[in-house]
């Protein structure tokens, strides 16, 4: 599967996983002329929002069936950590865990990895997960943090994420989508983040 078939998954399931303790969320695919446009910043100006930027990872199998997939994560992702460590915006990595493209549906369970600024590499790194979510074989790479419990999900949107202006927020997806061009000219649709809009200027419910 592509990248943009894994984002139907992933973005109800780490919405579900936010939604207890955020629920003001809105999933944002950033165009510059559209969500960036004029209009786009007088929709959230003054609204105190924070902002997570997540990519699309595909289960790689070689056959459908595998008892485990291999999960890919580009330099770019590493570039767009740097970018988000900048403006207080934190990178996260999520994967479905199926293995079969008839088995995929909005509700299978997903693994979710925090990407961070530690690896100054200009390179990709592949490591295997269990079905269940688990690391096999080998130690995930330096700068990939996880899997996240739903608990350390919403410990990082809350100690990493800078509040920000609507306007500011909107600006700090510009950077972070845009920090992978420095390194890749062509940057493919596939690598490209979506994020969600958590606006914090109402009262936040308790953990439950």
Same mark, same amino acid.
């Given at each position: 599967?592509?990248?943009?078939?894994?984002?139907?998954?992933?973005?109800?399931?780490?919405?579900?996983?936010?939604?207890?303790?955020?629920?003001? *969320?809105?999933?944002?695919? $950033?165009?510059?002329? @559209?969500? +960036?446009?004029? /209009? &786009?910043?007088?929709?959230?100006? =003054?609204?105190?929002?924070?902002?997570?930027?997540?990519?699309?990872?595909?289960?790689?199998?070689?056959?459908?069936?595998?008892?485990?997939?291999?999960?890919? *994560?580009?330099?770019?992702? $590493?570039?767009?950590? @740097?970018? +988000?460590?900048? /403006? &207080?915006?934190?990178?996260?990595? =999520?994967?479905?865990?199926?293995?079969?493209?008839?088995?995929?549906?909005?509700?299978?369970?997903?693994?979710?990895?925090?990407?961070?600024?530690?690896?100054?590499?200009?390179?990709?790194?592949?490591?295997?997960?269990?079905?269940?979510?688990?690391?096999?074989?080998?130690?995930?790479?330096?700068?990939?943090?996880?899997?996240?419990?739903?608990?350390?999900?919403?410990?990082?949107?809350?100690?990493?994420?800078?509040?920000?202006?609507?306007?500011?927020?909107?600006?700090?997806?510009?950077?972070?989508?845009?920090?992978?061009?420095?390194?890749?000219?062509?940057?493919?649709?596939?690598?490209?983040?979506?994020?969600?809009?958590?606006?914090?200027?109402?009262?936040?419910?308790?953990?439950?």
């Amino acid at each position: 599967m592509s990248e943009h078939t894994a984002e139907y998954a992933l973005v109800p399931d780490l919405i579900d996983k936010f939604s207890g303790r955020f629920p003001n *969320i809105t999933p944002v695919y $950033f165009w510059g002329t @559209r969500e +960036g446009s004029r /209009v &786009g910043h007088e929709s959230v100006s =003054g609204r105190v929002s924070r902002v997570v930027a997540v990519f699309a990872r595909r289960p790689k199998v070689l056959h459908p069936g595998d008892k485990s997939i291999l999960v890919k *994560i580009n330099d770019i992702l $590493f570039a767009a950590a @740097r970018a +988000g460590e900048e /403006v &207080g915006i934190p990178v996260l990595a =999520g994967v479905p865990l199926v293995n079969n493209l008839v088995d995929f549906s909005l509700e299978v369970p997903c693994s979710w990895f925090q990407i961070t600024a530690t690896s100054h590499r200009h390179e990709d790194y592949e490591f295997r997960l269990t079905l269940s979510g688990q690391p096999q074989r080998s130690a995930l790479p330096k700068g990939v943090v996880g899997p996240l419990t739903k608990m350390e999900l919403i410990d990082i949107a809350e100690s990493s994420c800078h509040e920000l202006d609507g306007m500011l927020a909107l600006d700090g997806m510009r950077h972070v989508k845009s920090a992978g061009r420095f390194q890749h000219p062509i940057f493919g649709g596939g690598y490209r983040p979506f994020f969600l809009l958590i606006t914090t200027d109402h009262e936040e419910a308790p953990i439950g």
